[in-house]
């Protein structure tokens, strides 16, 4: 009985390790989906493509912002450029994450078929706070931390050309 306990208590904390992973791959995921699903709801005009996986509260707000911009007869283009995930935090049935967030938006005035505002880069730092539903994972709120926007030409497209440095004394060579 001992031994059994032993190897129990030996073992729980990478059968823990082993959920987190799961549940971390779970949040992942539906992050992804949210701000994949928003940039189809923004072109489809739906809101109510993420009704399932948000809480009330979000899902109201989010409507509110996609109402208004298709009542402005307005739409937004977007794609995101790139999106990392923050650890995460567990509380009990609840799950905190940050997320750096980089997209390339505009508004298409859909009257004219010209944009609104042209595409402009944005640097987004969030945080989401997820609640655990069996396996899934539903977002129960979104706090907007920081926002940066790059209007300058060419602010994220690095050149691949090395720089040239000439030397500044030889070195003898034997």
């Not at 208590?9 to 539906?30: M, T």
């Not at 004219?112 to 880069?121: E, F, M, S, W």
Request: charge should be positive; charged fraction near 25%; glycine fraction near 2%.
């Amino acid at each position: 009985m001992k031994k059994i306990l032993l190897i129990i208590f030996i073992l729980s904390p990478f059968c823990f390790a082993l959920s987190n992973v799961d549940d971390d791959k779970r949040i992942k995921h539906a992050l992804l989906k949210y701000n994949y699903g928003i940039i189809k709801m923004t072109k489809s005009g739906d809101t109510h493509l993420l009704k399932d996986m948000l809480s009330k509260d979000v899902h109201e707000k989010l409507m509110i912002w996609a109402d208004s911009w298709k009542f402005s007869n307005l739409a937004m283009v977007a794609k995101i450029n790139d999106l990392r995930f923050s650890p995460i935090i567990y509380n009990e049935n609840n799950a905190t994450i940050g997320t750096m967030e980089n997209w390339t938006f505009a508004y298409a005035d859909l009257t004219t078929k010209d944009y609104a505002l042209k595409p402009l880069q944005i640097f987004y730092q969030m945080n989401y706070t997820l609640q655990k539903n069996g396996d899934m994972w539903k977002i129960i709120a979104v706090k907007h931390i920081k926002e940066e926007s790059f209007t300058k030409e060419k602010t994220h497209n690095p050149t691949l050309k090395p720089k040239k440095e000439e030397l500044k004394e030889k070195i003898p060579t034997h």
